[in-house]
């Protein structure tokens, strides 16, 4: 995983989601730091990275989920040119699966 954020980041937040263990935990904690909007703009933005990393084209993933071209293009770049997270995240999920 490359590190290309620009600012320095404050462990605390990250080491609090690291002690979360369930789901529902983990539903409770955001819903708690986050804003509706901001837990339903995070949601869509994961839909959006996991149908392109599925392979899905953009009018796919528009429809299945309501996101915007914008927003695509945006969690594309992210994939393409981001940190890794996304794939770092399918990845683990779908060993966890098999």
Not at 76 to 94: D, H, I, P
């Amino acid at each position: 995983m490359n590190n290309r954020s620009k600012r320095e980041h404050d462990p605390a937040l990250y080491n609090a989601i690291l002690t979360l263990q369930t789901p529902e935990e983990c539903i409770a904690f955001l819903e708690d730091l986050c804003t509706m909007n901001e837990l339903m703009a995070m949601e869509q933005r994961y839909q959006v990275a996991k149908h392109l990393y599925d392979g899905k084209i953009y009018n796919e993933i528009l429809a299945e989920t309501g996101a915007s071209s914008a927003t695509i293009s945006r969690v594309n770049r992210s994939l393409q040119y981001g940190n890794g997270g996304y794939e770092m995240v399918f990845e683990r999920m779908k060993a966890d699966h098999e």
